[in-house]
């Protein structure tokens, strides 16, 4: 009887240890998006700093690409390459964020809303569904550009899509431009102009669509209502970090406590 319970003990034994050490496994995070998202212009690399292990964070977002042209370019390779070898993870989150160069008049970036957008974010989650990965939908960052005190939201369509998108994959949604569009109105221009990468120049007047723009006679300034410093990215990071909280609670354990962030 005893030789018989021998090698079930032992069988038990080596699940339990298999499932410890796959308990052990990290989770993983890979950004792809646009500026908004990318280093020194965007979030991201804010919020890889709020993971508890910052390898398992990695930001391919990039400045100027869209849905499109991120494949194009061949930028998606390599996020498939990281997901084929993702056996030392135990779950792949692959957040998604594209809008502000899918948006018209951006010369090989453009997508149109109806026909191309829609299909590119489907194809997106579906592939990183198919390697074993989490696709995580972002909606855009939204601009910070005010008309008599009334926040403007040109990206709510794509918005409207990635939203859409979402629901029919079944897959997780971080609606950052709902978010990010309430908390700027309630600031107000002044304070949420504090988020961008350089001071506001005084004698600014941005246009209705919010980019790099010259005051006449003033030198050239990086200021735009579109982009962020370290405020804001310290800032929006947060927002991105506590909607993962909320929307997929099995990863909240996978940041710094708030005192070390």
């Not at 280093?39 to 890889?48: K, L, M, Q, R, V």
């Not at 997106?124 to 005010?146: D, I, N």
């Not at 990086?222 to 962020?228: I, S, V, Y």
């Amino acid at each position: 009887m005893m030789k018989h319970l021998i090698p079930s003990f032992a069988m038990a034994a080596a699940m339990l240890a298999g499932g410890a050490h796959a308990a052990d496994k990290p989770v993983r995070f890979i950004l792809v998006g646009d500026s908004t998202m990318a280093n020194t212009s965007g979030y991201g690399d804010a919020f890889c700093a709020r993971v508890n292990r910052a390898n398992t964070c990695i930001n391919l977002a990039k400045g100027g690409r869209s849905s499109g042209s991120f494949r194009a370019e061949g930028r998606w390779d390599e996020v498939e390459g990281l997901l084929r070898g993702a056996a030392a993870y135990s779950t792949t989150y692959v957040l998604i964020q594209f809008g502000h160069n899918d948006q018209p008049g951006k010369p090989g970036r453009s997508t149109d809303l109806k026909t191309e957008f829609p299909v590119n974010m489907v194809r997106y989650a579906q592939e990183v569904k198919a390697l074993g990965g989490v696709p995580v939908l972002v909606t855009p960052l939204t601009r910070r550009t005010f008309k008599d005190g009334i926040l403007e939201n040109n990206l709510a369509p794509w918005a409207d899509v990635i939203r859409a998108t979402a629901a029919a994959q079944k897959a997780p949604l971080l609606d950052l431009n709902a978010e990010s569009y309430a908390a700027v109105q309630a600031m107000g221009q002044d304070e949420a102009d504090t988020l961008a990468m350089v001071p506001r120049p005084a004698g600014y007047d941005a246009p209705p669509v919010a980019g790099k723009v010259e005051v006449a006679g003033a030198p050239k300034t990086a200021f735009d209502r579109t982009h962020l410093g370290a405020k804001g990215a310290a800032y929006f990071s947060r927002m991105v970090m506590e909607e993962i909280k909320r929307t997929i609670p099995e990863a909240a354990g996978h940041f710094k406590p708030e005192s070390e962030q």
